[in-house]
């Protein structure tokens, strides 16, 4: 069994949509969470970063974690075509700790 | 403000080969972590440099080797290139080697 696991999707939605992407994760030490967006031949970029449990916003962006459930999400409002990518968590023990990923999911806006 | 830049973009090398890979970190970063991504797979940690120093190493052989220089930059080499190694290398810099960390957009290398 994988430390994090993250359905690959693809998960499709019309423009407009709430989308949420979610990610289950197996070690009860992991604090740090985070939310990386990647585009076809791009490397990963940061859209958010979390400590511990609770909710995260930022713009049009929502990252909740919840440690006793050991799962996390992302959440995207009024979503976009130019937010069609891959969409990666990454998990840690410690902020100076290597990062353990899902293996991302592929999100598809239709116009 | 720059961010990570790496070089090449893309490479291609046959089995046996060895390849070298460069890294500059953003400005302000004194860390730099390498990861190795398969298609449609998350990056895997490969190792990480802080004062020119490996501070920490995921699980791949001794081929994979790195340095960093007094500028903070690096450099990722792989002896003995398998076909297996063929995957998209990403390169990531932070500040005192803590999170978050800032991914350029990789060097693709194919080994044929």
């Known amino acids: 069994q994988k430390e994090v696991e993250q359905d690959p999707g693809p998960l499709s939605v019309p423009e407009g949509a709430i989308v949420s992407l979610n990610c289950t994760y197996s070690?009860?030490?992991?604090?740090?969470f985070m939310w990386y967006r990647q585009y076809s031949r791009k490397g990963p970029e940061l859209l958010m970063y979390t400590y511990s449990s609770g909710n995260k916003e930022d713009g049009r962006f929502t990252a909740q974690v919840d440690k006793s459930s050991k799962y996390i999400s992302l959440f995207i409002r009024d979503s976009q075509p130019s937010d069609s990518a891959t969409y990666l968590c990454a998990m840690t023990v410690g902020s100076n700790y290597q990062l353990i990923w899902g293996a991302g999911t592929k999100l598809i806006i239709k116009p | 403000d720059a961010g990570v830049t790496q070089s090449p973009t893309h490479l291609i090398k046959t089995r046996g080969q060895q390849v070298t890979l460069r890294c500059s970190p953003k400005?302000?970063?004194?860390?730099v972590s390498w990861y190795q991504q398969a298609l449609g797979q998350g990056p895997q940690f490969i190792f990480q440099y802080y004062e020119e120093e490996e501070r920490q190493r995921g699980n791949f052989p001794d081929r994979f080797s790195g340095h960093q220089f007094p500028n903070y930059s690096s450099e990722l080499n792989v002896n003995a290139l398998l076909l297996g190694d063929s995957a998209l290398y990403l390169c990531a810099s932070s500040r005192g080697g803590r999170q978050p960390q800032h991914f350029g957009d990789g060097t693709r290398l194919s080994i044929l």
């Open positions: 400005s302000g970063h004194d860390t």
């Open positions: 070690n009860s030490a992991f604090q740090y």
